[in-house]
């Protein structure tokens, strides 16, 4: 079974500034998904960015970009510019391509939650 | 395009009744998944349904049950509801799961469940 760890349970920056956010993952597929979603206090998961490991190329989506490392087995998320709009819970996920046969769908992290200092 | 939706949003039930939520997803996603949120477990999958069919299954006893009609609605059940199976239950639409098919959950804002 594939596990997620997110090793950060809190992590602040300032309005304007960059972080990091980090995601490791343990696996014995060699394809799969990788996902960041945001789930802010409403409560509405919110997908940011997403990042197929056949692909070398790291995935970026405007202020958000993931540095993967597939040999490592480690997803990072880097918020560029930080907004207040950015503060929220983020869960790194996994989902495997081979569907069918025991648990599948998307296995999270416990999360990460992100405060903006104004 | 409208987005996943979910039925009710709150709900609050007795131990040992039993509870319907209900998910639409997005307009020509056909694969529907359920998730249970809880402070101490997390997000936890619950099953996927494709085409009709369910496709996978998460580590949860058969009390957990869901059923997907041809129009791609989804609805799970709970019968026999335990204090622990407070949660927010949030379903998520993709395009497809199969091999080569688009992998982008879409979530839905959930349903908070509170048994008493």
């Known amino acids: 079974a594939q596990t997620v760890t997110q090793s950060q349970p809190e992590m602040s920056v300032q309005e304007a500034e960059t972080v990091t956010l980090s995601c490791t993952y343990d696996t014995s597929e060699s394809d799969y998904y990788l996902f960041w979603y945001k789930q802010p206090p409403s409560r509405q998961m919110i997908l940011v960015i997403r990042q197929e490991a056949y692909k070398q190329q790291n995935a970026t989506e405007n202020r958000f970009s993931v540095n993967f490392q597939k040999a490592a087995k480690s997803f990072s998320l880097k918020i560029s510019d930080s907004q207040l709009g950015d503060a929220a819970m983020y869960f790194c996920?996994?989902?495997?391509?081979?569907?069918?046969?025991?648990?599948?769908?998307?296995?999270f992290g416990k999360g990460t939650h992100l405060i903006i200092q104004p | 395009k409208a987005g996943v939706t979910q039925t009710p949003r709150y709900l609050i039930k007795t131990r040992g009744q039993q509870v319907t939520l209900s998910c639409s997803p997005i307009?020509?996603?056909?694969?529907v998944s359920w998730y249970q949120q809880t402070p101490g477990q997390g997000l936890q999958f619950l099953f996927e349904y494709f085409s009709e069919t369910q496709r996978n299954k998460g580590n949860f006893p058969g009390r957990f049950s869901g059923r997907q009609f041809s129009n791609s609605r989804s609805e799970m059940n709970v019968s026999t509801l335990e204090l622990g199976d407070s949660a927010l239950y949030l379903c998520?639409?993709?395009?497809?799961?199969?091999?080569?098919?688009?992998?982008?959950?879409?979530f839905g804002p959930g349903t908070r469940l509170t048994v008493t």
């Open positions: 998520a639409s993709s395009l497809s799961g199969l091999a080569g098919g688009a992998y982008e959950q879409y």
């Open positions: 307009s020509g996603h056909r694969s």
């Open positions: 996920a996994y989902r495997s391509v081979y569907s069918g046969g025991g648990a599948d769908g998307l296995t």
